[in-house]
T-cell receptor, first 118, second 114 residues
Framework: DTAVSQTPKYLVTQMGNDKSIKCEQN?????MYWYKQDSKKFLKIMFS???????INETVPNRFSPKSPDKAHLNLHINSLELGDSAVYFCASSQVFTPQGTTNEKLFFGSGTQLSVL | GENVEQHPSTLSVQEGDSAVIKCTYS??????FPWYKQELGKGPQLIID?????GEKKDQRIAVTLNKTAKHFSLHITETQPEDSAVYFCAASPFSGGYNKLIFGAGTRLAVHP
């Protein structure tokens, strides 16, 4: 079973359209993330949710709106797509707080969604 | 904020040789340093990590060293194999309050030639 799954894998769309990317994790983790990887492979965090609560919100245009219906899901909706939004978007999860009271920073990434805006 | 620099951007080695990738970070508050491997068409996968209270960690052919004073850390892969070919990312995390905010380096594309 895939631990962190995101759909779709490829997304080709026109400028100005609105699109969504879905992410689900079956690891029981309490924290989920969206990362953006540009054409030069540079990875940058966009958002993070802990138990459905937004905890990290980087300088991202407000056209990007994450939504977490429950702690196993974190979706990314993008309005009015622009050429510069073309990138690979990765969802990730981690179990930040462990039952032992320790913290765990290990991220588990999905396989990515390649977004191409034409 | 944290800034992570990674070198080299590309590395080509012969099978069986060693490969070394180096990273520097700027924020002395960073205390967690993972390395991720990304194969073509896949997401990054954690291969090894080290915390600031440890100077070296080894896992089979992979080792990581950390010099907190100089703010740099390195990944060492020995006896490289073709399946080691991938893009490798270092990262640093000024972990606090339970919330991980990994700052990644720009990546190193490693090619291992048979």
């Amino acid at each position: 079973d895939t631990a962190v799954s995101q759909t779709p894998k490829y997304l080709v769309t026109q400028m100005g359209n609105d699109k969504s990317i879905k992410c689900e994790q079956n690891l029981g983790h309490d924290t989920m993330y969206w990362y953006k990887q540009d054409s030069k492979k540079f990875l940058k965090i966009m958002f993070s949710y802990n138990n459905k609560e937004l905890i990290i919100n980087e300088t991202v245009p407000n056209r990007f709106s994450p939504k977490s219906p429950d702690k196993a899901h974190l979706n990314l909706h993008i309005n009015s797509l622009e050429l510069g939004d073309s990138a690979v978007y990765f969802c990730a999860s981690s179990q930040v707080f462990t039952p032992q009271g320790t913290t765990n920073e290990k991220l588990f990434f999905g396989s990515g969604t390649q977004l191409s805006v034409l | 904020g944290e800034n992570v620099e990674q070198h080299p951007s590309t590395l080509s080695v012969q099978e069986g040789d060693s490969a070394v990738i180096k990273c520097t970070y700027s924020d002395s508050a960073s205390n967690y340093f993972p390395w991720y491997k990304q194969e073509l068409g896949k997401g990054p996968q954690l291969i090894i990590d080290i915390r600031s209270n440890v100077g070296e960690k080894k896992d089979q052919r992979i080792a990581v060293t950390l010099n907190k004073t100089a703010k740099h850390f390195s990944l060492h892969i020995t006896e490289t194999q073709p399946e080691d070919s991938a893009v490798y990312f270092c990262a640093a995390s000024p972990f606090s309050g339970g919330y991980n905010k990994l700052i990644f380096g720009a990546g190193t594309r490693l090619a291992v030639h048979p």
